[in-house]
């Protein structure tokens, strides 16, 4: 599963499932607030590319 996918899964495990907005721009607020503050605190999803980083480390490791 890429990292896209895996902070997407988070995002709309905790902002928009099972959430209820009034209207389209309070669901579009939601997002973009916690979309930035993944933008400023990474180490928040930082266990979200811990399996893909090294998914990629193994696949890119050349052996010689």
């Known amino acids: ?3 896209t996918v895996r ?3 988070c995002t709309r495990k905790h902002v ?6 009034e209207n389209p721009q309070g669901h ?6 916690t979309f930035d503050s993944e933008r ?3 180490q928040q999803i930082q ?8 998914f990629m480390s193994n ?3 050349v052996d010689k």
């Open 1 to 3: 599963m890429s990292a």
């Open 7 to 9: 902070i997407w899964n």
């Open 16 to 21: 928009t499932h099972n959430r209820y907005c």
């Open 28 to 33: 579009c607020k939601a997002l973009f607030r």
């Open 40 to 42: 400023l605190c990474p």
């Open 47 to 54: 266990g979200l590319f811990q399996l893909f980083l090294n």
């Open 59 to 61: 696949y890119l490791r």
